[in-house]
Antibody, heavy 124, light 112 residues
């Protein structure tokens, strides 16, 4: 059974940093691309960042480029998102998601398993 | 990335068919056959319904079908059931600014 458990998150200050992590199990982690998708009541779902199975290729939404860094540790089946220079608009539920089709998430980037989500709040 | 455009809400009666549209540009929907649809039931995590415009993952009912014409993709739900009441999101590969994934704003389906 595929499981993905997010951790970290919580309250961050504007301009500050937070890290969210996701421990995955039930599948060959290194074989699949992974990503982070966030959700807010106002904007709905928003893709944040993606990473290839090897970790060698990363992708970022324009809204977080230069501030967020995605990474993965295949030896620990863990995905991370380091969030720096936090803004109020980064407040959301962050989902760890698994790519459907394999290690490369280019155009055909679909998400077949989602973690339960973790809340990130940004406030002073 | 500029969000795809979906109607805020649609409704239908049990047994009917409904269609949800998703409009983008030539930089996303119109330029690539990389469209997907997700169902988000209350209290649950989103579920992939359709990928590659028309394909269904294993286990997804054939009452859900996808299509595309030009810059607009569509999700059709036939034989509407009460449990279909949820938010539905389209998604596409985009090269609007940098390569990535863009979602629509979501459509709330109400089963009357």
């Amino acid at each position: 059974e595929v499981q993905m458990l997010e951790s970290g998150g919580g309250l961050g200050q504007p301009g500050g940093s937070l890290r969210v992590s996701c421990e995955a199990s039930g599948f060959s982690f290194k074989t699949y691309a992974m990503a982070w998708v966030r959700q807010t009541p106002r904007k709905g779902l928003e893709w944040v960042s993606g990473i290839s199975g090897s970790g060698g290729t990363t992708y970022y939404a324009d809204s977080v480029k230069g501030r967020f860094t995605i990474s993965r540790d295949n030896s620990k089946s863990t995905l991370h998102l380091q969030m720096n220079s936090l803004r109020a608009e980064d407040a959301a539920v962050y989902y760890c998601v698994k790519g459907l089709l394999g290690p490369n998430c280019g155009g055909d980037c679909y998400f077949d398993f989602w973690g339960q989500g973790i809340l990130v709040t940004v406030s002073s | 990335q500029s969000a795809l455009t979906q109607p805020a809400s649609v409704s239908g009666s049990p047994g009917q068919s409904i269609t949800i549209s998703c409009t983008g540009t030539s930089s996303d929907i119109g330029g690539y056959n990389y469209v997907s649809w997700y169902q988000h039931l209350p209290g649950k995590v989103p579920k992939l319904l359709i990928y590659d415009v028309t394909d269904r993952p294993s286990g997804v009912s054939d009452r859900f079908s996808g299509s595309k014409s030009g810059n607009t993709a569509s999700l059709t739900i036939s034989g509407l059931q009460a449990e279909d009441e949820a938010h539905y999101y389209c998604s596409s590969f985009t090269t609007y600014t940098t390569p990535g994934v863009v979602f629509g704003g979501g459509t709330k389906l109400t089963v009357l």
